[in-house]
Antibody, heavy 117, light 111 residues
Framework: EVQLVESGGGLVQPGGSLRLSCTAS????????MSWVRQAPGKGLEWVAN????????YYLDSVKGRFTISRDNAKNSLYLQMNSLRAEDTAVYYC??????????WGQGTLVTVSS | QSALTQPASVSGSPGQSITISCTGT?????????VSWYQQLPGKAPKLMIC???NRPSGISYRFSGSKSGNTASLTISGLQAEDEADYYC???????????FGGGTKLTVL
């Protein structure tokens, strides 16, 4: 059974940093692109970033470029999102998702990031 | 403001059919057959319902179908059931720097 479990969310002050993790199981992690997608409270979904199987290609939402870094450790079946210079508008539930072609076929339950003083 | 436009809400009675539209541009919906649809139940993670415009993943009911015409994609749910009540989001690959775009979501109410 495919499982994605996010962790690392919490309350952080504006300008602060946070590192999210996603641990995958039930499939060959190193064979898939992976994504982060977020959802602000009461709002819709917003793609944040994705990464190629070997980490050689990474793509970002314009508003997070230069602040967020996506990475992965295939030996640990783990996906990461390093978030720096956090802003109030980054407050959201962050989901880890498996890319299947041009779709996201499995999603974790999400981890809440709150940016507030 | 979302890149793709969806109606905020739709409703239907059990057994009826409804259609949710998703309008984009030639840079996303109209330019690629990479439209997907997701169902999100309250407090839950999104679930893939349709991939690549019209493909149903394994385990998804035949009552869900997708199509596209020009810059508008559509999700049709036939034989509405109470359990279909949820938020539905469309998504598309985009040739713009955003790469991936979502619609604002449509709340489906089963009357």
């Amino acid at each position: 059974e495919v499982q994605l479990v996010e962790s690392g969310g919490g309350l952080v002050q504006p300008g602060g940093s946070l590192r999210l993790s996603c641990t995958a199981s039930g499939f060959t992690f190193s064979s898939y692109w992976m994504s982060w997608v977020r959802q602000a409270p009461g709002k819709g979904l917003e793609w944040v970033a994705n990464i190629r199987q070997d980490g050689s290609e990474k793509y970002y939402l314009d508003s997070v470029k230069g602040r967020f870094t996506i990475s992965r450790d295939n030996a640990k079946n783990s996906l990461y999102l390093q978030m720096n210079s956090l802003r109030a508008e980054d407050t959201a539930v962050y989901y880890c998702a498996r890319d299947h072609g041009y779709c996201r076929d499995y999603w974790g339950q999400g981890t809440l990031v709150t940016v507030s003083s | 403001q979302s890149a793709l436009t969806q109606p905020a809400s739709v409703s239907g009675s059990p057994g009826q059919s409804i259609t949710i539209s998703c309008t984009g541009t030639s840079s996303d919906v109209g330019g690629y057959n990479y439209v997907s649809w997701y169902q999100q139940l309250p407090g839950k993670a999104p679930k893939l319902m349709i991939c690549d415009v019209s493909n149903r993943p394994s385990g998804i009911s035949y009552r869900f179908s997708g199509s596209k015409s020009g810059n508008t994609a559509s999700l049709t749910i036939s034989g509405l059931q109470a359990e279909d009540e949820a938020d539905y989001y469309c998504s598309s690959y985009s040739s713009r720097s955003t790469h991936w775009v979502f619609g604002g979501g449509t709340k489906l109410t089963v009357l």
